[in-house]
């Protein structure tokens, strides 16, 4: 069967909500497909579906990534140019610079740096702007968009401009597109994170930036850990900054504004008893789409898991979802896959976080990141900045 086909299925899985049904239709497109760009973009939409099954285990997801390592046997890694005199050079390369959940957590890294000591550079593999990309290109040193090139020009060019560091905010987001880039080994240091949540698999990738809380878990790394004190800050947008904050209200409310993919059965079931126990409250569930059949798709779950439809509010997805943080009380954080994003805007917001830290690294970021809060350090993004790039200059 055509690669096509089983794309095709994915994307149709993707619009139901069903989190099985994507990793099972991208397994078999990769399998099925000959052309070697196209099968490491399968291979990498697997792996990030991976993520939303909790049944899926540390093994599972080590032997994948390692799998997509082997589809670059035949890459040659770039020979590398006599290092450029002076400031570090940190090359961040990503899908896009639009702004997006990742950009909350990476945006001060790109403005904030230490212009004396550093000379930062963004590479962009979409060609597409808004007022974010703006502002980064406003900030950096140098803003290259490589969406025209081929992998292996871009890599050239990013060697050429000198990089000492390649950091890379992708991972297997967008079919990990940046990957394809960071396979060539265009940097004398590459290093994942911030963007990503796991083990890229690529033995062209050095270091993972993380923290002591994260790297507890039982996940399994390609690369070297590389741990910083915190491994998140988050910066709002002006839209978040003037946007209203929780007020009280009458009804107690629960909230989940996580990607309708994560939410799973058990998930459901620990809901209804939540909601059984207090008969007075209710849910807000808001997906990160606008698509109506996802939303169809979760009532149907919530009436098969025996959950009082009067209790629940299920919304699409929408540009004004940042009010429904004013008639939130509690977030209920969804696992094995935690709210990331979501999770440092409802602190933020001042809505209350109720996460579960599991054994994977991706299963910890919704606790890391409530942890990072109480500590008084997830919105310090000044300190942040200045311990990641203390660190990215101990491993030049």
């Known amino acids: 069967m055509s690669w096509r086909v089983h794309e095709k299925r994915g994307a149709e899985f993707y619009i139901l909500g069903d989190a099985e049904g994507v990793a099972q239709a991208y397994f078999k497109a990769a399998q099925a497909d000959t052309i070697l760009r196209k099968q490491r973009e ?12 909790p049944q899926a285990t540390a093994q ?6 390692r799998v997509y390592n082997s589809l670059y046997r035949e890459v040659e890694p770039l020979k590398l140019l006599p290092r450029k005199a002076g400031k570090i050079r940190v090359a961040y390369i990503a899908s896009h610079f639009l702004d997006s959940s990742s950009a909350r957590f990476y945006e001060a890294l790109l403005t904030g740096y230490d212009r004396e000591k550093f000379f930062v550079t963004a590479w962009s593999l979409s060609g ?9 290109r406003r900030s950096v040193d140098g803003y290259f968009d490589i969406s025209e090139t081929s992998f292996e020009e871009a890599a050239q060019a990013i060697r050429d401009a000198g990089a000492d560091i ?3 905010l992708g991972g297997h987001t967008e079919g990990g597109v940046t990957l394809q880039v960071a396979a060539y ?20 990738m050095d270091y993972f ?15 070297k850990i590389l741990k910083v004190d915190n491994a998140f800050a988050f910066t709002p947008s002006e839209k978040m900054i003037r946007a209203e904050k929780n007020q009280p209200h009458e009804t107690f409310t629960y909230g989940c ?14 809901l209804r008893e939540i909601l059984q126990r207090n008969p007075g409250s209710k849910i807000i569930f808001r997906d990160t789409t606008p698509l109506e059949s996802r939303r169809t798709a979760l009532l149907e779950r919530i009436a098969s898991a025996g959950i009082e439809p009067a209790q629940v509010d299920v919304r699409t997805g929408a540009d004004d979802f940042l009010s429904d943080y004013a008639a939130i009380d509690l977030i209920l954080d969804t696992a094995p896959y935690n709210g990331g994003f979501m999770t440092a805007l409802a602190l933020y917001m001042g809505v209350a976080v109720s996460t579960r830290a599991g054994k994977l690294h991706h299963s910890r970021i919704g606790a890391d990141i409530v942890r990072i809060f109480e500590r008084g350090a997830l919105f310090d993004t000044k300190n942040f900045v200045a311990k990641v ?3 990215l200059a101990e491993i030049v």
């Open 128 to 136: 597409r702007a808004d007022s974010f990309t703006e502002k980064i």
């Open 389 to 391: 790039y203390d660190k």
């Open 166 to 168: 390649l950091f890379d």
């Open 42 to 53: 399968h291979w990498s939409n697997y792996i990030f579906a991976l993520h939303y099954l």
């Open 185 to 204: 080994k265009p940097a004398r240091v590459q290093v994942s994170g911030i963007g990503y949540f796991d083990t890229t698999g690529l033995d062209a």
């Open 257 to 270: 504004l996580n990607n309708f993919m994560k939410i799973t059965d058990e998930y459901l079931e620990n």
């Open 60 to 65: 599972n997801f080590y032997d994948a990534a």
């Open 209 to 223: 930036l993380t923290d002591d809380f994260l790297a507890e878990s039982q996940s399994r790394f390609v690369e």
